[in-house]
C-alpha cells in the first residue's frame, strides 16, 4: 500500500481532471439539432467539482488498474448523469435555481424546455458511452450499476423523497435513507463501477462499497452545513436554498455542530473501509475523502 503527500496529490487531481476534460470535450456532440448539443455542452463543460469521474479513477487506481477506454467511460458517464441531474434540479418545478458552478442554470441560459431536452439527452448518452466498451459483459455490468444509482432506487427515488418531505420533520434515519439515494447513490456507483472496470475482485469491492457509503452520505452532510455557513459567491450555487425553503437538513436535525462532528465520523468511516480490501493503493481515495469533509464549496 503506496502513500503520497499532499502535493503529490494535487498533481494527480490536475492530471486526471485534464484528462477527463479532454474526454468529455472530445465526446460530447456538436452536432445535436436546434441548439441541443450547445445546451448539453454548457451543462457538463467548464464547471464542477468533477468528485465523481475523481472517485471513479482513484477506485481503479486502488485495484491496479489505470484510465484504460472502460474506466475513462464509467468516469464520465457518471459525471453525465451527475450533470443531467442537476439541470434537471435547477427546473422551476424542482429547486428552481437561477446558478450553478457560478454562472446562469441551463434553463435559465436556454429556457425551460432546452434544458429538460439536455437533461434527456445527457442521461441517455451516458448509457451510450458505457455501451460502446468493447468488453461486451462488462459494458453491461456498468451500465446496469449505473442505471440502478440514477432510476427509483437512487437518486430518482431520493429527490422523490426530497420533495415529498418539505416542511415535514425527519428522524434521522429518514433523513439518511433519503440522501443514501439521493446524493450517495451516484458518488458509491463512481466508485464501484471505477473498481469494476478496472477488474476488481469481490473483496476489494465490498471495501469500496463500504467506503463509498461512508463518503456519500458525508458529502450530503457538508452540503448541508455550507448551505449555513457558505456565500453563494463562494458555493457558486445559491446559498440558503434549503433554510428558504423549509427543508429538512441534517443542519436542522443535529445542529451546525452535531452535523460536523457526525461528518467527522463518516470521514472515518470511510478512512478505516479501505484498509479492509487488501487495495494496491489506497492515498488518493483518503485524500478525496478528506476534501469532500473539508472543503468550502
Known amino acids: 500500500m503506496t502513500h503520497e503527500p499532499i502535493t503529490a496529490f494535487k498533481v494527480w487531481v490536475a492530471d ?18 436546434a441548439g441541443l448539443g450547445d445546451a448539453m455542452r454548457y451543462a457538463v463543460l467548464d464547471g464542477g467539482k468533477r468528485l465523481r469521474p475523481l472517485l471513479a479513477l482513484g477506485a481503479a487506481e486502488s485495484v491496479g488498474g489505470g484510465r484504460s477506454e472502460a474506466v475513462m467511460r464509467a ?9 443531467y441531474s442537476l439541470v434537471h434540479d435547477d427546473l422551476p418545478c424542482m429547486d428552481n435555481d437561477v446558478l450553478r458552478r457560478g454562472k446562469p442554470t441551463v434553463h435559465v441560459r ?13 442521461q441517455a448518452l451516458a448509457f451510450e458511452w458505457l455501451l460502446a466498451i468493447p468488453d461486451e459483459a462488462l459494458a453491461a455490468r456498468l451500465a446496469r450499476r449505473l442505471a440502478q444509482a440514477a432510476g427509483h432506487a437512487g437518486m430518482a427515488g431520493g429527490q422523490a423523497i426530497d420533495l415529498a418531505e418539505v416542511g415535514q420533520v425527519l428522524t434521522q434515519a429518514r433523513l439518511e435513507e433519503m440522501h443514501r439515494r439521493k446524493t450517495g447513490a451516484l458518488l458509491l456507483a463512481s466508485v464501484q463501477m471505477g473498481a469494476q472496470a478496472a477488474g476488481a475482485d469481490e473483496r476489494a469491492l465490498a471495501a469500496l462499497t463500504a ?21 453563494t459567491a463562494t458555493l457558486g450555487k445559491t446559498a440558503g436554498k434549503d433554510a428558504a425553503a ?13 452535523a460536523r462532528r457526525y461528518a467527522d465520523a463518516l470521514l472515518s468511516r470511510a478512512h478505516q473501509a479501505l484498509g479492509t480490501g487488501a487495495l494496491a493503493r489506497t492515498d488518493r481515495l483518503q485524500h478525496l475523502a478528506d476534501w469532500v469533509v473539508r472543503r468550502t464549496h
Open 16 to 33: 486526471a481532471l485534464s484528462a477527463v476534460e479532454s474526454a468529455l470535450q472530445a465526446w460530447l456532440p456538436r452536432d445535436a439539432p
Open 75 to 83: 468516469a464520465c458517464a457518471v459525471e453525465l448523469i451527475h450533470a
Open 110 to 122: 436556454y429556457g425551460q424546455a432546452q434544458a429538460l431536452l439536455a437533461g434527456d439527452a445527457l
Open 211 to 231: 467506503y463509498g457509503e461512508a463518503l456519500g452520505l458525508a458529502f450530503q452532510v457538508v452540503d448541508d452545513v455550507l448551505d449555513v455557513v457558505a456565500d
Open 246 to 258: 423549509d427543508k429538512p437538513t441534517f443542519v436542522s436535525l443535529l445542529g451546525l455542530d452535531g
